[in-house]
């Protein structure tokens, strides 16, 4: 048997959870076309190979899958293999995009409203697109005539498909003008969109009712794909809900719990995105919201969620006003009344929350002349403007016009207390995600750098909370199952050979709250379709062997 490569001497973790075994194995054309336990077989198999890999030492699994990606707005650059080379870097072999509700594709044909849907997702954009495309088919066509530099499956995002038909995103179109977008987002799951996504903390899925998602939700349980869903508030107290002096139902959970309602009433597949308890006061909840979808999942609602090993994430600098805010945000800013009302409704919250404007970083300043605050904090930013740290908040947010890019802290925990990200993390309804937003623009959430190996590092190697094939399939076959990715995530004969190769004694992130953007260590090798596109940790430059991943 003749071959392209031959991965020889390592410890093979199948993506299955079965147990690790010592092998062999063949890659042809792209594909794994066996896995050798003998040495006869081996040697045999090494003297038809083209290369020979010497995986001695090492742990060989499948190349890692980031089920909740923001790439889909960096592909289509030409030179988006560079930006995104710390995803392939940290073993990473595909991603999905479209999240959050914020989907390249599908898009409404010759629309008006195109330059409110660029604006609206200007901040997940490294440079900004022309959206020529409309269709998820053209827009794979897109990607697919210049090539990619990983895997990419797409969610069809409910946010932008809304935009760019009906524009004003807290007007409801009317039921006719939902029936035209239903047909579109069910024409883009035919064309191999592996679910839809909800972004209901983003405009406008947080000014959408529940009989809007409904239709939604019912159009991917026709299709039988996922429906993914970042939830309207993941702290205990929001904008996103009225707020009353007393008897507020905690909105996190009130989130939750209306999610949970929406998948059992229409036996949807549903997928909690990026399971977050944001605030001290909102971690004591995490172990009721558990219990509530472990609850729904032994009645027979299927249901998911994913999380990262971080106790901070990036998201818009938008995210911290309430939904009254948003409704006219540029007229709000210059209102007295609208500021001091604001001001009132997030300090009140924070105070109540134990997570502050103190606690969010700037990644990227929006503009030129607010990229000085790159990397600090907002009371440090205060600081050198001489004013509050709510004013300097709002001074900022009018200043970029919602481009700021932010790192929120306070994310399921904080040094010295990761009790709720570990129960997080480790829960086994877990599947594992960067949610990054990785530009070559100001600083980057070190979850771009690190996320897969901090996994091992810290559950499996540090705290041994998980066991090492137990991990891996949550990083890779689990994902691949939930997504209907056939012919990934597994290392067995006749799947393709996305292979990632690292030194578990030396596997770590090494990120840190200042350092935000290193390179993690002991990535050995990473096989994309069969073609080896990082060696030595590094990723190898002009090689793009990606492809489209069509759901059918």
Known sequence: MSGDYLIKNGKIVDGTGKPAFDGAIAVAGGIITALFHSQDDISAAEKNCKEVIDATGLVVCPGFIDMH??????????????????LLEQGITTVVGGNCGYSTAPLAPASQHRGLVAAESEFLADLPLDLEWTTLASFFEKLESQGLALNLAMLAGHGNLRLSMFGQPEASPGEQSFAEMVRAMSEALKEGACGISLGLGYSPGIFSDISELEKFAICAREHDRLLTVHLKAYTKLSGAYPLKLVGNRPH????????????RHTGVKMQISHMLFVGRSTWPLADRCLELIEKAVAEGVDL?????????????????????????????????????????????????????????????????????????????????????????????????????????????????????????????????????????????????????????????????????????????????????????????????????????????????????????????????????????????????????????
Request: hydrophobic share 40%.
């Open 304 to 552: 998911a969620f994913d999380s990262f090993p971080y106790s901070c994430g990036n998201t818009t600098i938008y995210i911290a006003y309430p939904a009254w805010f948003r409704e006219n945000i540029e007229k709000n800013f210059q209102s007295r009344t609208a500021r001091m009302r604001v001001k009132l409704e997030i300090g009140l919250i924070s105070g109540r929350l134990g997570f502050g404007l103190e606690d969010i970083q700037i990644l990227w300043g929006g503009t030129p002349e607010l990229d000085r605050f790159n990397g600090l904090f907002f009371d440090e930013i205060a600081g050198q403007m001489g004013t509050s740290t709510i004013e300097a908040y709002l001074q900022v947010s009018a200043k970029s016009r919602g481009k700021t890019l932010c790192l929120m802290h306070k994310y399921n925990g904080e040094e010295g207390d990761m009790s709720v990200l570990d129960r997080v993390v480790c829960h086994p309804l877990n599947l594992v995600e960067t949610d990054t937003i990785l530009t070559t623009r100001g600083l980057q959430n070190p979850s771009s750098f690190g996320t897969f190996p901090r996994v091992i590092q810290r559950y499996v190697k540090e705290l041994k909370l998980m066991s090492l094939e137990e991990a891996i399939a949550k990083m890779t076959a689990k994902s691949a199952g939930r997504f209907g990715l056939k012919d990934r995530g597994v290392i067995a004969a006749g799947k393709w050979a996305d292979i990632t190769i690292f030194d578990y004694d030396e596997i770590a992130d090494n990120t840190t709250l200042r350092e935000l953007e290193k390179r993690p260590a002991g990535i050995r090798h990473v096989l994309l379709n069969g073609t080896e596109v990082v060696r030595g940790g590094e990723m190898i430059a002009g090689v793009k062997a990606g492809q489209i991943l069509r759901v059918s």
């Open 69 to 86: 990606s923001h790439a889909d707005w960096v592909l289509p650059l030409p030179d988006h293999a560079k930006t995104l080379a710390p």
């Open 252 to 263: 996190n959970l009130r989130a939750l719990e209306e999610m949970i309602d929406l998948a």
